[in-house]
């Protein structure tokens, strides 16, 4: 019996063992590299092994010596790694310790894909022509073709040749990922099958001759070559296909005397079905074959590798169930690293476990990093039901409400294909995604910029309460600014490039936003906004974090990131500016300094996670720089090249002359419109000044009331606050004005002659930071600088927003007794 078991292997599937170790009574050890210390499978473990670098996974020496150290006395490879590597196999059990998996000569046999297919041919199993392609020489091929690395999967080392000219490149590229990646260059191609399935069977197998096969699993939906949806059954396979797939993945069990757990891969196309790798291990996908059979794979096996004898046959299926793989990656599939701020997948009832409607298994959890040196799959989230309509409107359901903060990844994607028709009528193939794109982005572009505009409003509510929490204002009010009749100006960049200028202001009347005519703002607090468009009410969680911010709503989850009002000179690029859009390692430049390119033309290919990316020219235009060469090991956002674009056609014309700008006419003054004051005390922006004769910039400045005037004691008496804005005077309050209350209180009552225009100054506490339309909005009032912000100096007025300066100048200062020009 197997009392200590360690897992060679990190993150989520370490995890998955352990869950069954602690079910079974056994004890766990996690191994970890570096980079992994801090990762939550080497925290559930009971003991943990450190190995080194993050390429330690690799090392089967490395991985035999921690068993040792530990005390285990089985190791459960997971899979990727070395889960595949006949070696390591047999140096487990060299070393007295119990495999958990098939014989290394049964993982010897599946090794690479040309000898297995021969094997399959000879065992009665259907299988492709196999063309062998020597690194010396490129034979002669019937187009298309597949392209395929003999030693790994995982969609690396594969590509489509559809044109003569290209498959030369397709090769080397091929040839120099497949050695990367798995240390063999060896690679072969079969005809390409258009509009076929990816269909899999389940086998397991134990010592007495026993082999179970446990359906099939769909794994059409793949990008790259590389599955991110599966699920069980098949809504394509009939009982009939379902015998002959199961009859075949048996033989093929057969034939190499396999036993524990495994996977038959086949293509199913008009033509027929044909082998196409058998992995002598437990899948990603394996949890969709334990919702419908109702059966805990890694148990069994472990109970396989203790000698248990399975029962004569395996159990039946019920419901359906499906999976997508969330991966840490952009719209054009390039993995992203860095901090996952928050990780939350609603309405999960089980972790790891069986019986749930919806099941996580993740490697991740909110805090935690995203390195560089691994797969960027962060999660599987599953979903059974009792029939494949609902497991998929659950499953899409659930990740759309998923709180994902932090990093870009595919979810918007996965929910696009779970709600596509022709996904759920079942038309599914392995092109799916190449022919039926979906979008990106759940959010369309009017809920993108609904959410920019919440982001604005719950970052002024923040700021407000923060101010006000940590008295950084002084005697001063929270909300102050400069230019109360200019609107608050901020902007965002969205994922898809495009620029976000968000402006708005609010008044009596509610919330005035430029391109936001119909948008009523029911509530703002720092942490969530209700917008009201067109009588329907929208609730947006808002969540700022270093340098992103995340709005979660029913419109669809959006990741903005702020735009600096004056970004460091560093961080501003030329339009041809070439960055690295990730972490890895540059393979070759494919031009030099004053080379002429087109838009989309290669210009650098660079290696990240074991996988080729090509980085294209953005514009066309002439090479102006190189910043890297062949073999340069870059970070994300670190400059390549610098391509100066193409300079569009002079237009001569004649010179104009320039004349002194003419005076405008001035404007007809509108009465002064009064705005509520905030915490019951006279607000230095509670009124929003008429346009009039002394607006200009010579006038004199108006006095400054005597040393303890509070602002409303200077207005009564004649001494207006004064704010640079042209040189805007501010009136005094007209008798009949109205105090706002404090927030939390009811309004003031104007008939109530007894309360004047100072009125309710009780300092309101601040511990309500909410902001409403129902008397407790803090109307044209700025939100204040951050927390920690120093005081502006004796006699200054605090500075614009941006868009708000009188001048392009940089915020200055003035010295005491003077109004300071921003």
């Not at 790694?81 to 059990?93: D, K, P």
């Not at 003999?150 to 559809?162: I, L, N, Q, Y």
Request: proline share 10%; with cysteine.
């Amino acid at each position: 019996m197997i009392g200590r078991l360690l897992v060679a292997n990190r993150g989520e599937i370490a995890r998955r063992v352990f869950r069954t170790c602690r079910e079974l009574g056994v004890e766990t050890v996690a191994v970890f590299s570096d980079a992994d210390a801090d990762a939550p499978h080497v925290a559930e473990a009971d003991q943990a092994v450190r190995l080194g670098a993050p390429l330690a996974y690799l090392d089967p020496d490395r991985l035999v010596e921690a068993a040792r150290r530990s005390g285990a006395d089985a190791v459960h490879p997971g899979y990727g790694f070395l889960s595949e590597h006949a070696g390591f196999a047999r140096a487990v059990l060299d070393a007295g310790l119990t495999w958990i998996g098939p014989s290394p000569e049964a993982v010897a046999a599946m090794g690479t894909k040309i000898e297995a297919k021969a094997l399959m041919a000879e065992a009665g199993v259907p299988v492709l022509p196999t063309i062998p392609l020597s690194p010396d020489a490129t034979p002669q091929l019937t187009l298309p073709v597949l392209v395929k690395a003999s030693a790994g999967g995982g969609g690396r080392g594969m590509r489509v040749v559809r044109d003569p000219a290209g498959l030369a490149e397709a090769v080397a590229s091929a040839r120099r990922e497949a050695l990367s990646a798995f240390g063999d260059g060896t690679l072969f191609a079969e005809p390409l099958q258009e509009g076929a399935r990816h269909i899999e069977v389940q086998i397991l197998a134990d010592e007495h001759g026993t082999v179970w096969a446990l359906g099939e699993r769909e794994c059409s939906i793949q990008r790259r070559h590389q599955k991110v949806i599966e699920e069980a059954p098949s809504p394509a396979v009939t009982p009939e296909l379902r015998r002959e797939l199961s009859d075949a993945a048996i033989r093929a069990a057969r034939a190499i005397g396999y036993t524990g757990a495994g996977t038959v891969e086949f293509l199913v196309s008009d033509e027929g079905f044909f082998f196409l790798e058998m992995n002598t291990r437990l899948q990603v996908e394996h949890p969709v074959t334990e919702c419908v059979y109702g059966v805990d794979l890694v148990r069994l096996q472990i109970e396989v590798a203790e000698g248990a004898r399975l029962a004569a046959l395996p159990p039946s299926p019920v419901g359906h169930a499906i999976e997508a793989r969330l991966y840490a990656e952009d719209a054009e599939g390039r993995p992203q690293s860095g901090v996952l701020h928050r990780f939350e997948i609603p309405g999960v009832d089980g972790e790891f476990g069986l019986g749930a409607r919806l099941r996580l298994d993740s490697g991740v959890v909110s805090g935690g990093e995203v390195g560089v040196h691994y797969d960027p799959m962060l999660a599987k989230v599953v979903s059974y039901g009792g029939d494949r309509a609902e497991a998929a409107r659950r499953l899409a359901h659930a990740l759309a409400r998923a709180r994902i903060h932090g990093l870009t990844t595919n979810r918007d994607i996965l929910v696009g294909v779970l709600r596509h028709p022709d996904f759920l009528s079942g038309a599914l193939d392995t092109g799916f995604l190449d022919r039926r794109p979906v979008p990106a982005t759940l959010a369309g572009p009017g809920a993108v910029r609904l959410s920019a505009l919440a982001a604005a409003l719950a970052g002024a509510a923040a700021n407000r309460a923060a101010a006000r929490r940590d008295g950084v204002l002084g005697g001063l009010p929270s909300g102050w600014r400069n230019v109360p009749s200019q609107p608050r100006r901020t902007a965002y960049d969205a994922e898809d490039g495009g620029r976000l200028e968000i402006a708005y202001r609010l008044t009596r009347d509610g919330l005035r936003a430029e391109g936001f005519e119909d948008v009523a703002l029911v509530s703002a607090e720092p942490g969530r906004v209700v917008l009201e468009t067109d009588g329907l009410r929208h609730a947006f969680e808002v969540a700022a974090y270093p340098g992103v911010v995340h709005v979660d709503s029913p419109l669809g989850p959006v990741r903005l990131v702020p735009v600096e009002r004056l970004p460091e000179p560093a961080a501003r690029t030329s339009p041809g500016a070439l960055p690295a859009p990730m972490p890895g390692t540059v393979l070759r430049v494919e031009v030099k300094p004053g080379d002429v390119v087109e838009a989309g033309q290669p210009v650098v290919v660079l290696e990240a996670m074991k996988m080729e990316h090509l980085i294209v020219a953005p514009a066309s235009g002439t090479v102006a720089a190189l910043h890297v060469a062949p073999g340069a090991r870059v970070e994300a956002g670190a400059p390549l090249a610098d391509i100066e674009p193409e300079r569009e056609p002079e237009t001569t014309h004649a010179p104009k002359t320039t004349s002194a700008p003419e005076t405008p006419a001035p404007e007809t003054a509108p009465a002064a419109e009064t705005t509520r004051v905030t915490d019951g005390a006279p607000d230095i922006e509670a009124y929003e000044a008429a346009p009039t004769e002394a607006h200009s910039e010579a006038r004199a400045e108006p006095p400054a009331p005597p040393a303890g005037t509070t602002p409303a004691e200077a207005r009564t008496e004649g001494h207006a606050e004064a704010r640079i804005s042209a040189g805007v005077e501010l009136p005094a309050p007209p008798a009949n004005a109205i105090p706002a209350p404090a927030l939390g209180q009811a309004p003031v009552d104007a008939t109530d002659p007894a309360r004047g225009w100072a009125a309710g100054q009780d300092g309101g506490t601040g511990e309500n930071p909410r902001l409403d339309t129902r008397g407790d909005f803090p109307m044209d009032t700025d939100p204040g600088p951050p927390p920690g912000a120093g005081m502006p100096p004796s006699g200054a007025v605090p500075g614009a927003e941006q868009g708000s300066h009188s001048s392009g100048a940089d915020p200055g200062t003035a010295p005491s007794g003077e109004v300071g020009q921003r």
